[in-house]
């Protein structure tokens, strides 16, 4: 791990660092497969108490069976489940203290909104007037008070994911598991909602799992995020961490740009490793206890972000490299620049600029000549 | 599509006057006060009277009445049954088999279904009356209320059932809770599907019944087979006015109750 | 994904066990009644069939029992193969004109503005609730000498001669296109109502005129509902009995007709019972037909998903 991690927000909440701790749900080499395609491979993941927990990966990669697991609707082939220190891999899904947030939301369209979320009360045998209590208490929570007798369809998107977040926390599970929470909104609700739903999650302080394909969702909202690609994770880390010392260039490319440089390591100097790359020349760079020997293979990521342009070339700068802007695009709050560097045949980086001021004409333009330059802590050293 | 142009009006009202002339003038000529069918004696409500004096007539129609309910509700459990075994159960053992007997009842001609479920009642020595058609008919229904809710359970949203399951309801309660009041509509369909089809099958029901259970359409086609006349017109414009005015009827509520949830 | 969690398995099992036993009990057996009366000999006591199942025992003297002697009847008999070409004949020709009044009348439907819509499905599916008996008897009203038709006839001065329909042909074909029009409707109405209507925009766009871009574009999209409704009309139709028997003469003997005969006035129960082996063989063709239509359309289905 680095030795320090930037932005780190809730740093003094990691249970998974303590040894002592004790999870509340353990995958414990869980498989499973649908015919002849294992969704799930050999899969072990603790989660703890409290902890906002993301599953993050593209469709297909297995997330939602794993959390389909958890909530009970698929039976895993292989391994345990475990929660609470119970194994619960034979349990079915209606006698489990976890609940779900559904994608479609699943709100049942013949109940009013008041008997959605008391659908599970009743179901547990509560009397009439708890049910009451518990659902206006669910209500204030979204911030849909008075809403409770209308119906699924007379509420809008955002009202409807509010309705099945508190009929999902109606009955107070130790776990609520969130199917791509955000994935029916636009995107102004879907940023207001993600920090909404942080606070109820700190405010009741129950364990959350979201699964989800969105990383900027993962990474605003998860204390701790996995990283699965085929039916594995490859990666399980806070967010920070994931971003910037990635496992694999799979991880590093799947969660935010990166640009790939090959090379050879040419010597490693205590932490300062020198890498020989064909088209960016000597690259130099920062990397903890590197177990790197010289002439091996390596790859170079470089962050979009982490890359300075100029005109002039940089008298002070540890690596720097010349290219050629080939694209220029504006997106308003920065702008993206390709430069190529090595010549036409060579390879296009990416480097984004911070629009800092709201001066129109722009300091490059295409085929200008720049320079890139970045420092030690830029760039990490990947496995080819 | 395309807009309505000249032809394809003329497509419509051609078409409708063919669907619609021959009920209008029979149900017309029920209200004629003469015999004769050639001849138009005048409003008259007459043949209404005769009909209401027509015992056996009136024991029919009220046996195929009992009939068609009895039937109809018990095609619509087996049915819903079936289409629930076809849409929820994926492969069991027989599905095949299973299928093909559900649904043959669509496609299979009345006169080999009656024949057939003749020749078993015969075999096991069954007296044949009120209830051998009403098992002919609840089979020969079945396949019709199967389609009609299965059609309604390929478009149902199934993560309403697995969060129905979440939130702590046993698979029984979960397809009373849920599943059961979102197909209700369809089931209701059925019903009335499984009721006409029974108040209106002369084939089977010749075949089952049994002296003493003579239908409704079994009175009505041997009195039809002498001819024309004024006094059945104005049983079949009964009839017609009571299947459309349940027709009609449950086709606005299911709109009402689609209105309201909306 | 496949595999959804499957509820608790005992009621799983009850949901499939009592239709299926309801329909091996009440379909199956007495199909294989059927077949194994067709197979008997006629006897004149009630049950009119002979030999009797009497236990394991005798169930080699029963085999010995069987023959085919029956569907032999049916082969030497031309009154029963002619009357399978005949149901065909007819049922053919009902599929045919039940099309070309169907088609124009489903196409205008899913033109007409959308909440007309509603009205006219509702108008088409109507008559087929109203009893099948009473939609015949009103066409011998309309169709019998000196009948409705014939009074129209002559109040517009066309024709003073009765048309004599009746107990025809053209009565029968009438009265199946009629009473099996919406069978024909359904289907057509269901695929031309979805056609994307920017399908028919992309081929004006094209350079096609409507004709063409009927002809080239709504006819064959619209081709699967066509064989559905024809498949609807054809088969049911092949086994009517009622119509033909109501409407029709001594000149249109359909198969269910003579099966009716032979099983009431003859009482020829296992010449009835052959006679309906024999309809069923004919069945199968369209009804492998269908299904195979069926299944073309489920795979273009799952082809998307």
Known sequence: MRKASPGSVRRAFQPWNDPAAQPLVEFRAVTKRFGGVTAVADVSLSLYPREFFALLGPSGCGKTTLMRMLAGFETPDEGQILLDGVDITAVPPHLRPVNMMFQSYALFPHLSVADNIGYGLKREGLPRAEIDRRVAEMLALVKLDGLGKRRPDQLSGGQRQRVALARALAKRPKLLLLDEPMAALDRKLREATQFELMDIQSELGTTFMVVTHDQDEAMTMADRMAVMDHGRLVQIAPPDVIYEAPVSRHVAEFVGDINILKGRVESVNGDLVSVTTPLAGRVELDEEAPALSPGAPVLVGLRPEKIALSHDEPAQAANKVRGEIWDIGYLGDMTMVQVMIGGDDGQLLKVSLTNRSRRIERPFAWEDTVWLSWDVEAGLVLKP | ?262 | MSGPVSPVKAPGRLVVAVPYLWLGLFFLAPFVMVLRIALSDAATALPPYAPHFEGLAALRDFLAGLDLENFGLIWEDPLYWQSYLYSLRIAALTTLIALAIGYPLAYAMASAPARWRAILLVLVILPFWTSFLIRVYAWIGILRPEGLLDMALAALGLSDQPLRLLNTETAVLIGMVYSYLPFMVLPLYATLEKLDRSLLEAAADLGATPLKAFLTVTLPLSLPGVLAGSALVFIPAIGEFVIPDLLGGPDTTMIGKVLWTEFFSNRDWPLASAVAVVLLVVLVLPLALLQRARLARAGEGGGAA
């Open chain 2, 1 to 262: 599509m395309t807009r309505l142009g000249p032809g394809l009006i003329l497509a419509l009202v051609a078409g409708f006057a063919f669907l619609y002339l021959p009920i209008l003038a029979l149900i017309a000529y029920s209200f004629n006060a003469s015999r004769l069918v050639t001849v138009w004696g005048g409003f008259s409500t007459h043949w209404y009277g005769t009909l209401l004096a027509n015992e056996p007539l009136l024991s029919a129609a009220w046996l195929s009445l009992r009939l068609a309910f009895v039937s109809a509700t018990l095609a619509t459990a087996l049915g819903t049954l079936a289409a629930l075994a076809l849409a929820r159960q994926g492969r069991f053992r027989g599905r095949l088999l299973f299928t093909g007997m559900a649904l043959a009842p669509l496609v299979m001609p009345e006169v080999i279904t009656g024949l057939s479920l003749l020749l078993l009642f015969v075999a096991a020595d069954v007296e044949r009356g009120f209830w051998t058609v009403t098992i002919a008919h609840a089979t020969f229904g079945l396949g019709f209320a199967c389609i009609v809710v299965q059609a309604r359970l390929v478009g149902f949203d199934r993560s309403l059932e697995e969060a129905a399951r979440d939130l702590g309801a046993t698979p029984l309660v979960t397809f009373w809770t849920v599943t059961l009041p979102l197909i209700a509509p369809a089931v209701a369909a059925a019903w009335l599907l499984a009721f006409t089809l029974s108040l209106d099958d002369l084939v089977i029901a010749s075949f089952t019944t049994g002296p003493g259970a003579t239908t409704l359409p079994m009175r009505l086609y041997s009195a039809v087979r002498l001819g024309v006349s004024p006094e059945i017109n104005a049983a079949c414009t009964i009839l017609i006015g009571f299947v459309a005015t349940v027709v009609i009827a449950a086709s606005l509520l299911l709109k009402r109750r689609q209105a309201l949830g909306a």
